[in-house]
């Protein structure tokens, strides 16, 4: 008898700390977006791999580099007309002519747009070598564009990135890296494993030393 009542009162304070089951809400956890790492390859499975690493990039700047960026900025814009003639000629998009005379040139009208050798009075004597001399930056800018028969079937972002990053060289893409030239600066870049000159490649070096194309492309359509 006792057994029974010590049983019944054991079963009737396990039923009262019972709780009902609550269902938690879910919480849907963002989805980050990661950058694509091309394959040496060309055509429209590019241009889509680099136009997504373009939607998804974001700055990665020092307060050196930001005053960098304005100071960019302000120069290429207020040359707009330059950048305009050379792209009237040759039928290459002037804001990525813009980027590719800040990458080689640090934007020196006095250097030749291939490869920022000077002056441009005199043949490049860096790769491609012996172009010029010639009288203007103009023509020495057209001609460095007209060299590489880029042939641009549409102005689609990921077309131009794909030119500029040939423009630079493949090097980045055949070590299946993203390209320095276009993504220096952003989330897009890799920290290490940089050219430092033409063919020499330093796994140890730095990337984010100077401002990438991309980034430079999208602030000035943003202006424009």
């Not at 040759?90 to 006095?110: M, N, Q, R, S, V």
């Not at 490049?124 to 460095?144: C, I, L, M």
């Not at 079937?153 to 030239?181: A, H, M, P, Q, W």
């Not at 033409?198 to 730095?206: Q, R």
Request: net charge neutral; glycine share 6%; hydrophobic share 35%.
């Amino acid at each position: 008898m006792f057994k029974s009542i010590a049983k019944f009162f054991t079963n009737l304070f396990k039923k009262e700390s019972i709780e009902p089951a609550i269902e938690k809400p879910t919480i849907e956890q963002p989805v980050i977006e990661k950058p694509i790492v091309l394959l040496p390859v060309n055509g429209m499975h590019t241009y889509a791999s680099l136009e997504h690493n373009y939607a998804i990039m974001e700055p990665q700047l020092s307060e050196a580099q930001t005053k960098e960026l304005k100071r960019a900025l302000v120069k290429i814009t207020s040359n707009f007309s330059r950048y305009k003639t050379v792209s009237d000629r040759t039928k290459f998009p002037w804001f990525a002519i813009a980027a590719i005379h800040y990458k080689e040139a640090d934007l020196d009208f006095t250097c030749h747009l291939h490869n920022g050798d000077k002056p441009l009075s005199e043949p490049t004597r860096h790769v491609p070598k012996g172009r010029g001399g010639f009288p203007d930056w103009e023509t020495s800018a057209t001609d460095a564009i007209l060299l590489e028969k880029f042939n641009l079937k549409t102005n689609e972002i990921g077309e131009v990135l794909d030119c500029l990053e040939k423009y630079n060289g493949l090097g980045f893409r055949k070590r299946g890296l993203n390209s320095v030239y276009l993504w220096s600066s952003t989330n897009i870049c890799h920290p290490f494993g940089q050219y430092t000159s033409d063919g020499k490649f330093d796994s140890n070096a730095a990337t984010n030393t100077r401002l990438g194309a991309a980034l430079i492309i999208r602030e000035l359509l943003k202006e424009s």
